[in-house]
């Protein structure tokens, strides 16, 4: 079965600051994964993809995302936060071999960013 | 815009009732889903579906039920069998290209 650890629970940086939250994954082959941010009250959005190719990925808000097969991860990296980008980061992990419609994805439990001045 | 809206924002439910929620998108995709937020949980899956009249249980599907009797909407019934019902309910759909668009949600209180 698919999971996805995020160690951190709750992270604080701040504002101007780089920013790294980590993800970790289980999962049998390649798989498709995600980072979505979301803010109180509100759902997801998804900041960013990686189904194949360039292991570093570029997202929204300027935020990108690298991921190591050897160290199965997919951290979520932003050389200068804002005070706008405090809120949840969800990173999840999809199964890559339905290609034709619903793909289980999973959840990790979330990191908290919280942003000072 | 194309995206999904969930209704009501904030609903209350009283001990014993069966509470109805809203999942309507207009962005033409074929999947939908339907997942509970708990603090510190992360996003849980209670049922998906691929195409219309067809849904599939997820892994908290206990005291709900779903019809897809519409491509565009995707309602969600929370039953009295749902013993602890209080969460925030999100609504998804995704296309074959993938990535999920999620609504807003649904706040759900047990009075």
């Known amino acids: 079965a698919q999971s996805v650890t995020q160690p951190d629970i709750h992270i604080t940086v701040s504002e101007g600051a780089s920013l790294e939250l980590r993800c970790n994954y289980s999962?049998?082959?390649?798989?498709?994964l995600f980072w979505y941010v979301q803010s109180p009250g509100q759902g997801l959005q998804l900041l960013l993809k990686y189904f194949s190719g360039d292991t570093l990925v570029q997202g929204i808000k300027g935020f990108e995302a690298e991921f190591k097969r050897s160290q199965s991860s997919f951290n979520l990296r932003k050389p200068s936060v804002h005070w706008s980008d405090a809120a949840e980061y969800f990173c999840a992990v999809g199964d890559s071999s339905n290609s034709g419609g619903y793909q289980k994805v999973t959840f990790g439990t979330g990191t908290k960013l919280q942003v000072i001045p | 815009d194309g995206g999904i809206t969930q209704s009501p924002k904030y609903l209350f439910r009283k001990e014993g009732q069966n509470v109805t929620l809203s999942c309507e998108q207009n962005l033409n995709h074929d999947a939908m889903y339907w997942y509970r937020q708990d603090p510190g949980q992360g996003l849980r899956l209670i049922y998906y579906s691929q195409i219309v009249n067809d849904f599939q249980k997820g892994d908290i599907a206990e005291g709900y039920s779903v019809s897809r009797e519409k491509k565009e909407s995707f309602p969600l019934t929370v039953t009295s069998a749902q013993k602890n019902p209080t969460a925030f309910y999100l609504c998804?759909?995704?296309?074959?290209?993938?990535?999920?668009?999620f609504g807003s949600g649904t706040r759900l209180t047990v009075v």
């Open positions: 998804a759909s995704s296309s074959k290209n993938y990535g999920y668009t």
């Open positions: 999962y049998g082959a390649t798989p498709y």
